[in-house]
């Protein structure tokens, strides 16, 4: 079991970038799909995460409003759309693939995103944003 996040890259404060991740041998479609990230000397953050079927979203206060998580199963593919960047979003993003999102509800509709669910892991993203 192999997932492959890509996408990421070098970008300007309030710039984009979308990622992706794939899969390949075994298909997405039965698992929930988590984001998370990891800068330099801090702790792993769970951003985003959606439910197999895509019916459920849920993300982290640090990024709602402004990433966007999707998943096109046809292709087999997972997606973090990311707006409005900032210097705080710099750090390696991965994908993770579990049974379902393990969340927390936090305040105004926000989750803490937790990584125990999730069994299956990418080799992880560079994400550098600059002020």
């Known amino acids: 079991v192999q997932l492959q996040a890509s996408g990421g890259g070098f970008v300007q404060a309030g710039g984009s970038l979308r990622l992706s991740c794939a899969a390949s041998?075994?298909?997405?479609?039965?698992?929930?799909i988590g984001w998370f990230r990891q800068a330099p000397g801090k702790e792993r953050e769970g951003v985003a995460c959606?439910?197999?079927?895509?019916?459920?979203?849920y993300y982290a206060d640090s990024v709602k409003g402004r990433f966007t998580i999707s998943r096109d199963n046809d292709k087999n593919t997972v997606y973090l759309q990311m707006n409005s960047l900032k210097p705080s979003d710099t750090a390696v993003y991965y994908c993770?693939?579990?049974?379902?999102?393990?969340?927390?509800?936090?305040?105004?509709?926000?989750?803490?995103?937790?990584?125990?669910?999730?069994?299956?892991w990418g080799q992880g993203t560079e994400v550098t944003v600059s002020s």
């Open positions: 959606v439910s197999s079927s895509g019916g459920n979203t």
């Open positions: 993770a693939a579990g049974g379902t999102c393990l969340v927390a509800p936090m305040a105004d509709e926000t989750f803490y995103i937790s990584s125990a669910a999730n069994d299956f």
């Open positions: 041998a075994f298909s997405l479609n039965y698992y929930s």
